[in-house]
T-cell receptor
Framework: GENVEQHPSTLSVQEGDSAVIKCTYS??????FPWYKQELGKGPQLIID?????GEKKDQRIAVTLNKTAKHFSLHITETQPEDSAVYFC???????????FGSGTRLLVRP | GAGVSQSPSNKVTEKGKDVELRCDPI?????LYWYRQSLGQGLEFLIY????????KSGLPSDRFSAERTGGSVSTLTIQRTQQEDSAVYLC???????????FGQGTRLTVV
């Protein structure tokens, strides 16, 4: 079955710096790659997603890049702010499946 | 409501007791997932419901776990004879259909003592 690895498990950055979180996956049939943000005591919330026919997608300070050949995708957060501090999860899914397979999460701390 | 609602938000139970966790999906969403999130871990798939199709129960960790979805809306996850290793946050998500964005509830934190 699909396996998703996420790195790093924790990340501490200074406010204003950029943060990058990477995920690799095993099944080349995977074609949907969402990123979720989970704040303390809340459920995960979708922040950005990308499909396999696109290499990059941006939404203000957040971007996701996908390398289908290498089977990895990354979340980029620029100009980080303290409110970006949370746990971030990547996930993958195949069009033929409904199952979202999640990475193990990255705890991001943005230091003021 | 506007989002996925789960109840209770917290549940403490004694080892060996049965518990029921409830999920109210977003109105009109035909697909519903249950995931388990152990402390500091990712989300582990448990079960999936889509419309009137047979649910995918492949993620349920043991026969102590079961789930149902009545009338294509509300879902309950039941854990019988709870064990300490069942302690986790149980998350429910719904989507408008297969392949659509998943919206999560706030979760039920289950503690088995």
């Amino acid at each position: 079955g699909e396996n998703v690895e996420q790195h790093p498990s924790t990340l501490s950055v200074q406010e204003g710096d950029s943060a990058v979180i990477k995920c690799t996956y095993s099944d080349s049939a995977s074609n949907y790659f969402p990123w979720y943000k989970q704040e303390l005591g809340k459920g995960p919330q979708l922040i950005i997603d990308i499909r396999s026919n696109v290499g990059e997608k941006k939404d203000q300070r957040i971007a996701v890049t996908l390398n289908k050949t290498a089977k990895h995708f990354s979340l980029h957060i620029t100009e980080t702010q303290p409110e970006d501090s949370a746990v971030y999860f990547c996930a993958v899914r195949m069009d033929s499946s409904y199952k979202l397979i999640f990475g193990s999460g990255t705890r991001l701390l943005v230091r003021p | 409501g506007a989002g996925v609602s789960q109840s209770p938000s917290n549940k403490v139970t004694e080892k060996g007791k049965d518990v029921e966790l409830r999920c109210d999906p977003i109105s009109g969403h035909t697909a519903l997932y249950w995931y388990r999130q152990s402390l500091g871990q990712g989300l582990e798939f448990l079960i999936y419901f889509q419309g009137n199709s047979a649910p995918d129960k492949s993620g349920l960790p043991s026969d102590r776990f079961s789930a149902e979805r009545t009338g294509g809306s509300v879902s309950t996850l039941t854990i019988q004879r709870t064990q300490q290793e069942d302690s986790a946050v149980y998350l429910c998500a719904s989507t408008v259909g297969q392949g659509a964005e998943a919206f999560f509830g706030q979760g039920t934190r289950l503690t088995v003592v």
